[in-house]
């Protein structure tokens, strides 16, 4: 699947949303952007907390309590 994109001005370009819903790509995604050769490869990144139930915990935490947690552990910086 090929797909044209223009680039604007500031070097941007959007995902044609087919591709988007493919890789589970949302709003809130990261992506790593590389080159190997002469192309440009774009990965999804994917935030080890939404992996939420594929690690065995005993105690069960929301994503919201455990950026809280690791905020504290940081001293207050915010991860945002």
């Given amino acids: 699947m090929n797909y044209t994109v223009s680039i ?3 070097g941007q370009f959007t ?15 990261r992506a790593v952007v590389s080159v190997k050769g002469d192309k440009m490869h774009v990965s999804p990144v994917v935030d080890f907390l939404e992996l939420g139930g594929s690690l065995s ?13 690791f905020e504290e552990h940081l001293g207050g910086r915010s991860v945002k």
């Fill in 8 to 10: 604007t001005s500031q």
């Fill in 57 to 69: 915990t005993r105690k069960k935490a929301s994503i919201a309590a455990v950026h809280d947690a």
């Fill in 15 to 29: 995902i044609p949303a087919p591709i988007r819903h493919r890789l589970g790509l949302s709003k809130k995604s």
